[in-house]
């Protein structure tokens, strides 16, 4: 009997490590293929696909295992985060708090203290835990809060010693991987943003794509400004790819001293 007890709790421990193994090859190719590497806003796709592995590599470990399940848990919990930040340059604090929620479920699910009563509360809790985490992603979706960076290279190249006019750059990472597309938002005086205009190469359109007014940050502009002007690059579209090479669609806001420029760089 003890025999087979060993031989049962040894196949067991087999199986937690193959699923931490499937569960860390699903949570990568959903993180790449489906979020990072696919036209998704960066900082909506890091967060959650490093909040997607801790959470089931964790979890995948910590319920199979036949005993010592939280300090599996918090084993994996602990390593995984680290593995992940260092070589796969996910956010560490996503990955951390995603392998927390697993930790948390498993010390509940497998505590003689559990009832019918602390289901609910619970479930409640974890509601509310999904809320506030899905809160956080939209927030991060329509870049709130907006924080200024620094001048795009081809930019700051563009501009040269009259890049100090700029007054703030915000620069939304619209993803992608072979093709990659930018949304930058400039505020300057109307003589720079024309400087922007000449030295890219962009010239006066009176067409709009669509597209460009449902763009995600909350400060992008949803129709043309009064006064407002829109320059491109000859061979830009908007509806579709387009040849290789970086182009650029600009709407100038006049009032506001601001310029919207959607960047694609096709490979």
Not at 114 to 125: M, N, P, Q, V, Y
Request: aromatic fraction near 16%; charge should be positive; hydrophobic fraction near 50%.
């Amino acid at each position: 009997m003890k025999g087979a007890s060993f031989i049962r709790e040894l196949l067991l421990w087999f199986l937690a490590a193959g699923a931490v193994v499937a569960a860390f090859f699903a949570a990568l190719y959903f993180g790449l293929f489906v979020l990072i590497l696919s036209p998704f806003p960066r900082d909506l796709a890091e967060p959650t696909a490093g909040f997607t592995m801790g959470l089931l590599v964790v979890f995948a470990g910590a319920f199979l295992a036949p005993r010592w399940r939280l300090i599996i848990g918090i084993i994996l919990l602990v390593a995984n985060a680290i593995f992940v930040a260092t070589f796969l340059k996910l956010q560490f604090l996503s990955t951390l708090v995603g392998g927390i929620v697993a930790v948390v479920f498993i010390g509940w699910w497998f505590s003689s203290k559990r009832t019918r009563g602390s289901i609910k509360k619970f479930g409640l809790g974890v509601g509310i835990a999904l809320f506030v985490f899905s809160g956080v992603v939209y927030a991060r979706f329509v870049d709130i809060p907006a924080i200024p960076k620094g001048l795009n290279s081809e930019l700051a190249y563009a501009l040269g010693t009259n890049a100090s006019q700029v007054h703030a750059f915000y620069c939304y990472d619209q993803g992608g991987f072979i093709d990659h597309e930018w949304l930058w938002r400039i505020d300057a005086p109307p003589e720079t943003i024309a400087l922007v205009v000449s030295r890219l190469e962009m010239r006066s359109t009176n067409t709009v794509p669509q597209s460009f007014w449902k763009m995600p940050p909350y400060y992008w502009p949803r129709s043309m400004p009064s006064g407002g002007e829109a320059f491109q690059n000859s061979l830009f579209t908007g509806d579709k790819r387009g040849p290789d090479g970086t182009y650029h669609f600009l709407v100038h806001d006049k009032i506001q001293n601001r310029a919207f420029v959607w960047v694609k760089d096709n490979f």
